[in-house]
């Protein structure tokens, strides 16, 4: 009952990425819906990555108090999406959620009330865990199964599942995290809960999605083979940075890539 009674008190911030999504509006809209309906002050920030289309567009044609849309000109990748929003979030609970929809976004409700009665560093939605409802191609199914028995053998992260894109941080995880990252494409989900695992952050809790791929995702419509290949090429170069270079270790931040639009600043009110 404590959490309950301390709810209100609360910041969520949710950033969504977003790459050439035609359903923006759509999505912002019901991601705004589910986060009224929380007991919980909130915000959501859009981040278009590259003004390649009309999503930028098309996002700001939403009117609310609770939205920031944001963007650059350039694609820059998932990761450095995710980064952008959430070194501009003023929430002590920060998640992230896909645009594309094949994520309900009414999770975001189950993963709140887990982050708060588990009291955990990061929740993350796993679409093997037992009450998922999930539904997606073969090939998919296949990539994100042999990529996850990789990630279980190498990083020893506690978990079945690492690729959903929703997750949800505690502030002071992505404070100590998100300054020594490198990964600005497909390997961010990897990079962000290996660093963290090894900083110390092991209550780490894995969530049911409900997801439907309808469609390939406008990342993987780039070549199945490409994306799986630079995945696993980003996820050895973190293995390598974590275990033989050391370079996410403090003693090695005079290493880390500063990049003003991705420092994680703490804002104040």
């Known amino acids: 009952m404590r959490e309950k009674k301390n709810n209100a008190s609360h910041v969520l911030t949710v950033v969504m990425p977003a790459y050439k999504e ?10 705004l819906q589910v986060l009224s309906e929380l007991n919980c002050k909130y915000e959501l920030i859009v981040v278009v990555d590259g003004f ?11 009117h ?7 963007g650059y000109k350039n694609n820059k990748g998932k990761g450095y999406a995710v980064r952008y929003g959430m070194a501009r979030a003023k929430g002590d609970i920060i998640a992230f959620l896909d645009a594309g929809m094949d994520i309900d976004a009414t999770g975001l409700a189950l993963f709140y009330n887990i982050f708060l009665w588990t009291d955990a560093d990061i929740v993350v939605g796993s679409k093997l865990h037992p009450l998922s409802n999930v539904q997606y191609p073969l090939q998919r199914r296949i990539l994100s199964l042999g990529y996850q028995m990789f990630i279980r053998t190498f ?3 506690r978990i079945h599942e690492t690729q959903t894109g929703i997750k949800m941080f505690r502030r002071k995880v992505l404070e ?8 600005k494409k497909f390997a961010f989900d990897v990079e962000v809960l290996a660093v963290a695992n090894h900083l110390g952050y092991r209550k780490i809790f894995e969530a049911p999605v409900k997801i439907n791929y309808t469609n390939w995702s406008a990342v993987m419509s780039q070549g199945f083979i490409q994306v799986s290949s630079r995945m696993l ?6 293995f390598y940075r974590l275990y033989f270079r050391h370079y996410y270790d403090d003693k090695s931040s ?8 991705l420092n994680f600043r703490i804002n104040i009110g």
């Open 52 to 62: 390649l289309d009309k999503t930028y567009e098309n996002a700001k044609k939403v």
């Open 22 to 31: 035609k359903a923006i509006e759509k999505s912002i809209r019901s991601t």
């Open 155 to 157: 990083f020893g992260l």
């Open 176 to 183: 100590d995290v998100l300054p020594r990252l490198l990964v």
């Open 233 to 238: 090429w980003d996820s050895c170069a973190v």
């Open 254 to 261: 005079r290493q880390w890539r500063f990049d003003p639009d």
């Open 64 to 70: 609310s108090k609770y939205l920031t849309v944001l």
